[in-house]
């Protein structure tokens, strides 16, 4: 197996033609063709399945690249320290649930790495999105929570993706409303309390179970409920409607401003939240720095 050969499957891979990724490589296609079968023979993996519209990778495939990328990543990072450092372009990416503190984070190792060039990725996803980044290698780290409730199913599915979770903190379930809300100044609220008003969830698509929701009380029978897919939407329902959601309290007032407040919710329930990693990979300096920088934005 050579560099070379990673570089034209990942490069198929990304335009969906070999004659694409042969003209942006600048080499034959035969060139390519050839490599791409050498390494399958060599590796007896799969990669990718050809079509008349071109080449689509497989699903043995995907699994190939996470790794291969991660070859690429890490060859790039040696030739940067070792060859051209001033050249060198970071490469980092986290998914996660839709957590201030994590985009806090993702701020501050930005600020710390500050480069003329970089190349960093952000995605606040579905749970089950979040999981198949990291297992595929997409995102290095991935953020999530764990609960009684969906423990024991988000778990399977980790081991079965050679995931492990490592606990960040333990929160007590709050309730996010816009600052005038007519509960905002409880010192804390029940679900009857909150039962007038409309709850807002995250919503999860194909895998809309309560075991992937990002709220701990998404079983519950509720008159008025709304999902959503992004946190900007979220919040402006919020304070349109005076709704709220279930989460763990943490907030960034930096990010977020000073109209959505966290107000402690009665429950017999808890949030482990955690980071997400593939089993066996080591953390990139990039990672390293981003979970002393979560850290350092969630309760002590």
Known sequence: MKLQQLVYVTKVAECGSIT?????????????????????????????????????????GETFLGYAR??????????????????RVPHF?????????????????????????YDFTLREEQTHEIIED??????????????????????????????????LFRAEPHVFVCSSHPLASRASVTLDDMADYPFLSYEQGSFNSFYYSEELTSTLDRNKNIRVRDRATLFNLLIGLNGYTVCSGVISAELNGAS????PLDIDEYME?????????????????YVEAIRRHIPQ
């Not at 600048?26 to 990669?47: F, G, K, R």
């Not at 997409?138 to 050679?162: D, Q």
């Not at 959505?260 to 107000?263: A, E, K, L």
């Not at 997400?276 to 990139?284: A, E, F, I, L």
């Open 93 to 117: 990416s986290v998914s996660c649930q839709h957590y201030s503190f994590a985009v806090n984070a993702f701020v501050d190792v930005i600020r710390e790495f500050d480069a003329a060039r």
């Open 20 to 60: 694409e990724a042969a003209r942006r490589l600048y080499v034959s296609q035969p060139s390519i063709t050839s490599a791409i079968h050498d390494l399958e023979q060599e590796m007896n993996v799969h990669i990718f399945d050809r079509t008349n519209k071109g080449v689509v990778v497989s699903e043995e």
């Open 273 to 289: 939240v955690g980071l997400v990693t593939r089993k066996g990979t080591q953390r990139s300096v990039y990672g390293a720095a």
């Open 134 to 167: 990291v297992a595929h290698m997409k995102s290095e780290l991935g953020v999530l929570y764990l609960s009684a409730r969906n423990r024991e199913v988000i778990g399977k599915m980790l081991v079965a993706n050679e995931l492990a979770f490592e606990p």
């Open 70 to 87: 991660q070859v690429l990543e890490q060859t790039e990072l040696l030739e940067g320290k070792y060859k051209n450092p001033a050249q």
């Open 260 to 263: 959505i407040i966290s107000v």
